[in-house]
């Protein structure tokens, strides 16, 4: 069986697939390099659009597997090709991960390395590192306190108490909030509207956003005026054309105003 699977359909959405049900969908180091072979070919593949990343069964990933703990922790660290939450957050491809079940430890990194999170009611986020004595290296230290707050996020993690579902979508951790048959068609219709859109456009402002998080809002504002002259730099005659007549064809579908 392989417990890591993928597959891309004829619409551009590649999916990722942790196939490990009945271990809860915890990770041994080659799943670990399988995904993140996985991710680097998905961003090297230009028929690959949006990807969605989930587990199979009742859980969406239990972190690491702690039987091959050993493996895992004392494998080589700076080996960034075998590095899954680095070539996750390298992709350029916007990754919507569907939660499903346990979130745990790795498995909360690897959901917070997602760009657009769709969870399903009965979804729980939980940073186990200080109950097992293991210190985070995925990003879960730095990533959390700046989406839900640092208060929050230090109790979350010195605690290790569970966030549900419903607190997440209030703390802004996740974007929706589904039933569990309805989770996977939910990031279906999240991918389209993604697909409808401009694409090199789409992955320009996914870069853009994600880089600019890394830095002060003085230097990120910077930074979205040097790409966007770069951007308007390079385009040509031709596309200023199209984009006229596309916002044209598009202000003409608009319904008369009732006024």
């Known amino acids: 069986m392989d417990l890591i699977q993928t597959r891309t359909d004829q619409n551009g959405v590649a999916y990722l697939t942790i196939n490990r049900p009945k271990s809860l969908n915890s990770l041994t180091r080659p799943m670990m390099i399988a995904m993140a072979k996985a991710f680097k070919a998905f961003d ?55 939660i499903n079940g346990f979130a745990v430890t790795a498995g909360f990194e690897i959901a917070l390395a997602c760009d657009i999170l769709v969870a ?20 879960l230290s730095q990533k959390l306190s700046r989406v839900i707050g640092p208060n929050r996020a230090r109790e979350v993690s010195l605690t290790a108490t569970p966030i549900t579902a419903d607190q997440a979508e209030r703390w802004g951790l996740v974007n929706h909030i589904v039933e569990g048959n309805e989770l996977m ?19 320009r402002y996914k870069a853009v956003i994600n880089d600019g998080l ?15 002259h770069d951007y308007y730099s390079g385009m040509t005659k031709e596309q200023f054309k199209k984009m006229q007549e596309f916002i044209a064809g598009r202000s003409s579908k608009k319904p008369p105003s009732k006024m």
Request: proline share 2%; net charge neutral; aromatic share 6%.
């Open 120 to 139: 399903s009611k009965t979804a729980k986020f939980m940073d186990t590192h200080a109950r097992f004595g293991i210190f985070p290296s995925w990003g």
């Open 44 to 98: 090297a593949d230009d028929s690959v659009r949006v990807v969605i990343l989930s587990g199979s069964g009742p859980s969406f990933c239990s972190g690491v597997d702690l039987t091959a703990a050993e493996d895992v922790f004392k494998g080589d660290v700076k080996d960034m090709e075998s590095d899954l939450v680095y070539q996750m957050e390298k992709c350029r491809k916007v990754i919507i991960g569907a």
């Open 214 to 228: 890394k830095r002060d809002l003085g230097h990120a504002l910077a930074l979205e005026k040097e790409r966007a």
């Open 185 to 203: 068609k939910k990031a279906q219709e999240v991918a389209q509207a993604i697909i409808k859109n401009n694409q090199d456009l789409v992955l």
